[in-house]
């Protein structure tokens, strides 16, 4: 008789699902089991008889099996939610006092806003509405990050304050610098060069290097902060004026015959006679157009991003030596002989406007950055402050003893003007207020006649040449204290200012959009569109753009035959016509309302009238 073999000889033993199964993950905010050791107190063991510890499956739930065709798990049609109590808590289980974003005040979104939503377009289609919905929305998202950001900005602009009944102008600049720290006081400085002088100056868009000319031939620039010499040379020739171009690696020299452009060695790179006698020099960095003006009266501009002279402009003025430019529409300014002040663009060959400033001959001018104020200064010893938006009307004069020669806003609205061997500072409320002309805020004598002006940008210096050499003061609150990196980063490297150049010319702004409301340029301009489709319509005998005449489709069954067509097409043309009376009788019934005088009692034959 046979018997049943032993489970512990011939047949293999079940292996133990607990012991085969895979070990479970740990998450980050689970216990780590740490398992026994022999000095440990046991656990329960793991055999058959603890199968409890298992959590058990109900007996009717659901079993979700794989399907051999998918790789993807199956989901049931509905889920169950379930909501983790953790999620409003971070892992010490406290719970956030101030759930989401933190709210902006409204008026520093307003700041940044730039699209006016009170405009809407009357008749626009539905895609061009929601494209202009996007893009308020991106507007609106773009400003939140930059009021949120602004508390970044730690730099805030400071003025001198006096005590009581203490007068501004009478703090020299000895006192200024003993009370600043030695980084600022750094930056007042005297260069005693009498045997070259006058000397014209020029700051580079980032404020960091300054380039200086004098009248006997000498030009240098240097880097002014460290006082790091980029180059030195004399050019044999009398310099007449001196700007940097769009980086601190080029430099314009207008000397006693033609215009010259030097690198930052020194080295001339090019000579443009075309621009010859040159008085005066202004460049404009978003067009890369560099403006001369002439003593044969002539105003040129000169793409420095391509070698071309754009225009060549006759002012028919006379000498040209009074010149500057409007920092906010690339507008550029004129003073004459005859006292007035006469606007240019590249586009037009007359000029764009013309202000009679003065009784004299026009000596300075100067706008400030916001394009919003123009300070001019005659021989008639007026000093004048004009409104550029529209009216052209002057806000405040003031008579000078000696009258300016030369005149300069800074970044945050303050006024220079050098009167002789002096400098008179005005300041006002703020970046977009006019300054006062009542009291000067800061007075400073020189040790010869001032011959150039200009503030420093993101620098509280405004950099003096005359006779005797440069001088550099110091200014408290003159300047921005905070700057785009992006855009002017005074401590960028030679890999970034390369990159900037490349995005620059990328940006570069046609000189043909230079007027005197860039705001005009995102409008339609309706006369023109009608006059060229007038002439259109002219030129070809009939109006390309106009309604097609309606056609009705052939329908099957004979329902096309010729007297139900023409019946189509008639009441189509009934309906049309009664729309356009519609719209007349409702434009009269208007033009009624708007004739008819307020406050007229209402009588009983008003109803007869049509």
Known sequence: ???????????????????????????????????????????????????????????????????????????????????????????????????????VPVEVVQKFCRIDKSRKLLHSKAKTRSRLEVAEAEEEETSIKAARSELLLAEEPGFLEGEDGEDTAKICQADIVEAVDIASAAKHFDLNLRQFGPYRLNYSRTGRHLAFGGRRGHVAALDWVTKKLMCEINVMEAVRDIRFLHSEALLAVAQNRWLHIYDNQGIEL?????????????????????????????LTYLDVSVGKIVAALNARAGRLDVMSQNPYNAVIHLGHSNGTVSLWSPAMKEPLAKILCHRGGVRAVAVDSTGTYMATSGLDHQLKIFDLRGTYQPLSTRTLPHGAGHL?????GLLVAGMGD????????????????????????????????????????????????????????????????????????????????????????????????????????????????????????????????????????????????????????????????????????????????????????DRFVR
Request: charged residues 30%; contains cysteine; glycine residues 6%.
């Open 1 to 103: 008789m046979e018997t049943a073999p032993k489970p512990g000889k011939d047949v293999p033993p079940k292996k133990d699902k607990l012991q085969t199964k895979r070990k479970k993950p740990r998450r980050y905010w689970e216990e780590e089991t740490v398992p026994t050791t022999a000095g440990a107190s046991p656990g329960p063991p793991r055999n058959k008889k603890n199968r409890e510890l298992r959590p058990q499956r109900p007996k009717n739930a659901h079993i979700l099996k794989k399907s051999r065709i998918s790789k993807k798990p199956q989901v049931p049609k509905k889920p169950r939610e379930w909501k983790n109590p953790e999620s409003q808590s971070g892992l010490s289980g406290a719970q956030d006092p101030f759930p989401g974003p933190a709210p």
């Open 270 to 298: 090019h000579c443009i006679r075309r621009c010859d006698r040159v008085t005066r020099l202004e460049f404009l960095p978003f067009h890369f157009l560099l403006a001369t003006a002439s003593e044969t009266g002539f």
């Open 408 to 412: 300069a806003f800074s970044q945050r």
């Open 422 to 605: 002096v400098v008179n500072i005005w300041a006002g409320q703020g970046k977009a207020s006019p300054p006062s002309l009542e009291q000067p805020y800061l007075t400073h004598r020189l040790s010869g006649p001032v011959h150039g002006l200009q503030f420093c940008p993101f620098e509280d210096v405004l950099g003096v040449g005359h006779t005797g050499g440069i001088t550099s003061m110091l200014v408290p609150g003159a300047s921005e204290p905070n700057f785009d990196g992006l855009e002017s980063n005074p401590y960028r490297s030679r890999k970034q200012r390369q990159e900037w150049e490349v995005k620059a010319l990328l940006e570069k702004v046609p000189a043909e959009l230079i007027c005197l409301d860039p705001r005009a340029l995102a409008e339609v301009d309706v006369i023109s569109l009608e006059q060229g489709k007038k002439e259109q319509i002219e030129r070809l005998g009939y109006d390309p753009q106009a309604k097609a005449p309606f056609q009705p489709k052939p329908k099957q069954k004979g329902r096309s035959s010729t007297a139900s067509l023409v019946k189509r097409k008639r009441k189509v043309m009934d309906e049309e016509h009664r729309d356009k009376v519609r719209q007349s009788l409702q434009q009269q019934h208007h033009k009624e309302a708007k004739a008819k005088p307020t406050g007229a009692r209402p009588s009983a034959l």
